[in-house]
């Protein structure tokens, strides 16, 4: 899906109905920090998926269930085939940054190239996802990301390893998955995320 071309979708269709989608960028990061929670079965995470996107609507099906599953994540790729990496980070690696833990950072960066302010701006997950992607190494986030995500080889001085290495602790982020675990997160509840039926009696 071209967003230039195509714009930018506030709507789903499930079973040949159109049902209105939240499309702002907390909801994507809510989404993504639900997907991590390793406390959640998928049954929850089916479950809070949909009260995060959908709230309020009515799914009174199975296959329903699973096609708003299917919808969403693909919302949340923004429209993106599943090997295509969303964070700027290859499949293997572990992902260089933390909504949370990078918060004010993400907001400032935003702030200083884009003069948005993310605390009161609404945008929607696929605006927000490429300015994201595209924001410069000048902003002090980009720079943790380098310091992250750095080799640090033997063409580097002993000052210079020693000031990565220093970087890379000041900066070190807890153990997460990385894109791929996540893709297979997403796939596994896509494919047999506990019984949805059991949703249908709630």
Not at 28 to 42: P, T, V
Not at 94 to 110: G, K, L, M, S, T
Not at 132 to 152: A, H, W, Y
Not at 180 to 187: P, V, W, Y
Request: glycine fraction near 6%.
């Amino acid at each position: 899906m071209n967003l230039l071309i195509d714009g930018l979708p506030d709507s789903i269709e499930i079973e040949g109905r159109m049902i209105p989608i939240k499309t702002s960028f907390r909801t994507g990061i809510l989404f993504e920090q639900m997907i991590l929670d390793q406390s959640m079965d998928d049954l929850e995470k089916i479950e809070t998926m949909l009260g995060l996107y959908i709230p309020g609507q009515s799914l009174n099906t199975e296959a329903a269930i699973m096609e708003a599953v299917e919808k969403i994540t693909w919302f949340y790729r923004c429209g993106a085939d599943p090997d295509e990496t969303i964070g700027g980070d290859g499949p293997e690696e572990v992902q260089p940054f933390n909504y949370e833990i990078d918060a004010d950072y993400i907001y400032a960066a935003f702030r200083q190239a884009y003069n948005i302010d993310l605390a009161e701006n609404e945008l929607h997950w696929w605006q927000f996802r490429a300015l994201f992607k595209s924001l410069p190494e000048t902003t002090q986030f980009m720079k943790i990301i380098g310091f992250r995500t750095v080799k640090i080889s033997n063409k580097f001085s002993k000052e210079q390893k020693q000031y990565y290495e220093r970087m890379k602790r000041l900066y070190k982020l807890p153990e997460s998955k990385n894109r791929q675990q996540l893709e297979s997160d997403l796939a596994t509840i896509l494919m047999n995320g506990g019984s949805p039926a059991a949703l249908l009696d709630q």
